[in-house]
């Protein structure tokens, strides 16, 4: 009598699955290129800053939020460049946002402090001096940006849609069953 019983493992079809990895690669780089180009119309048609919840066509199921994210032009602002020298200058200036830690017998900041805003404020608190440590750094231009947020819920409801059927009309706009005549072929 054998304590356990043994499987014969299936044969691996490494043709049907060197085939399903090129399909596979094949759909991935179609993604791509549709997403790339969705993402720039969609650039072209909202403003930074402007929200949209998706939903399925005649449907009012949310499957995912849409934001066209502005930058935010006051970041980075006020740095901590050499905590060590503005630490000495808090213990003189404002002390209160220094803790003395006796369990590594080593002074630290209260992290609220080295905040930009708290910085920005200290500097003009002391009318004008900046502390030891601290550099104003130019805000970095950052252009708008997509972002596409979905719960699992929503991711959920368009697997659903999709397994459904109900977005065959949208997969073939987007060149995924059937191709879209370009009048080139691309070489294979």
Not at 102 to 122: H, K, M, Q, Y
């Amino acid at each position: 009598m054998t304590d356990h019983l043994e499987t014969t493992p299936e044969p691996v079809d490494v043709r049907q699955l060197a085939l399903d990895l090129a399909v596979l690669a094949a759909i991935k780089d179609v993604v791509a290129r549709e997403e790339k180009a969705t993402k720039a119309a969609l650039e072209a048609a909202m403003d930074p800053g402007d929200r949209k919840t998706v939903t399925l066509e005649g449907e009012k199921t949310s499957v995912g939020t849409l934001t066209f994210a502005a930058p935010n032009p006051d970041a980075p602002g006020w740095v901590v460049t050499d905590k060590a020298a503005l630490l000495e200058w808090a213990r003189e200036h404002e002390a209160a946002a220094v803790v003395e830690e006796e369990v590594v017998i080593e002074a630290r900041l209260l992290d609220w402090f080295t905040a930009p805003a708290n910085l920005g404020a200290l500097v003009e608190r002391h009318g004008g001096e900046v502390m030891p440590g601290v550099v104003w750094e130019e805000p970095v231009a950052r252009d708008p940006y997509l972002s596409l947020r979905r719960s699992p819920v929503q991711k959920e409801a368009l697997l659903g849609a999709l397994r459904a059927g109900k977005m065959e009309g949208r997969v073939s706009a987007l060149g995924l069953t059937e191709r879209p005549a370009t009048g080139q072929e691309e070489d294979q």
